[in-house]
Each structure stands twice: as structure tokens, then as C-alpha cells.
């Protein structure tokens, strides 16, 4: 790679950088969906979501155990599948906590010590997706088909999508 190209390159990552930097010190919107890296929640989730995902979560099971009428053989695999939603919602709201307490020391770090942390997060908030995207297959195959269409449209309605 040529020298003005590697310097290009770096010149533009460095500018990437430092105007997400500067939006976060700012609390400037950063995107239609977000209100800034103020963690006043997290990117584009819907408002109870941002003040308790603990009860969110507790509510979509509530309803979704409710509708899709599980016989006594899917009980297990329904309990494993809600720990692992319970669990996710917790690990939202300490991702949530941490995020703030992040927010707060960010200035004081360098563009590269705030980009390695972003990369930090994003990779927990990938373990924490790809966990409940097993957890949501196994407990699938359990269902029957007429289960299996409930819970696609409510978890579609779930992703504001709605059927």
C-alpha cells in the first residue's frame, strides 16, 4: 500500500473517531434514532425498554407464555428459554449501567482508548445476542408449527415490525 494511501486511510479513521467523540462529549444526536452517547438509553429502544428491561422482558414472557399454550413436555424447555430472556434483560441493564459509567470518563481518554472500549461493548452486546439466539432456536424446536407462527409474529411485533 502506497504511503498517501495508508496516510488517507488513517487521516479519515482518525476523523471517523473524533467526530464520534466529539457527538458524545456534546451529546449531540448521532443518529434519527439516538440521542447522543449520553446513555440515556441504549440506541433505538423503545421507552419502557430503556427504564426497565428487566419488566419488559417479564411481560413479553407473561404474554408470550399466554398465547402460545404449552403443553407439559415444553415446560422445561420454556423455563430454560425465560432464564435465558431474564438473563439477557439483566445483562442489558449492567451493560446499561457500565455504559454511563463509561460516558463519564470518556473525555478523558484518547480517540484510540475510546474506540478500543466502543469495540469492548459492541463485542459483549454480540456474545449476549448470539447467547439468546440459541437460546431462542432450541426452545423453538419445540414448539409445533401453530407455536412456531405465534411466536414469529409476536417476536416480530417485539422488533416494532408488526404482522
Same mark, same amino acid.
Given at each position: 500500500m502506497r504511503l498517501h494511501t495508508k496516510l488517507t486511510l488513517g487521516l479519515v479513521s482518525s476523523l471517523f473517531a473524533v467526530s464520534l467523540a466529539t457527538a458524545a462529549a #456534546?451529546? $449531540?444526536? #448521532?443518529?434519527?434514532?439516538h440521542s447522543g452517547w449520553g446513555c440515556d438509553g441504549m440506541g433505538t429502544m423503545s421507552g419502557d425498554m430503556k427504564r426497565d428491561p428487566v419488566a419488559r422482558a417479564q411481560k413479553h414472557l407473561s404474554e408470550l407464555n399466554a398465547k402460545l399454550n404449552l403443553t407439559a413436555d415444553q415446560q422445561p424447555a420454556w423455563k430454560t428459554f425465560s432464564e435465558q430472556v431474564n438473563e439477557q434483560a439483566k445483562n442489558m441493564v449492567?451493560?446499561?449501567d457500565q455504559m454511563k459509567d463509561n460516558f463519564q470518563s470518556m473525555?478523558?481518554?484518547t480517540a484510540p482508548e475510546r474506540m478500543a472500549k466502543m469495540a469492548d461493548l459492541m463485542k459483549d452486546r454480540a456474545q449476549n445476542m448470539a447467547r439468546m439466539a440459541?437460546?431462542?432456536? $432450541?426452545f423453538y424446536a419445540t414448539l409445533t408449527p401453530e407455536q412456531q407462527a405465534t411466536f414469529d409474529k409476536m417476536q416480530m411485533s417485539q422488533m416494532g415490525r408488526k404482522q
Open positions: #456534546t451529546g $449531540t444526536k #448521532t443518529g434519527p434514532y449492567a451493560m446499561r473525555p478523558k481518554k440459541d437460546a431462542v432456536k $432450541t
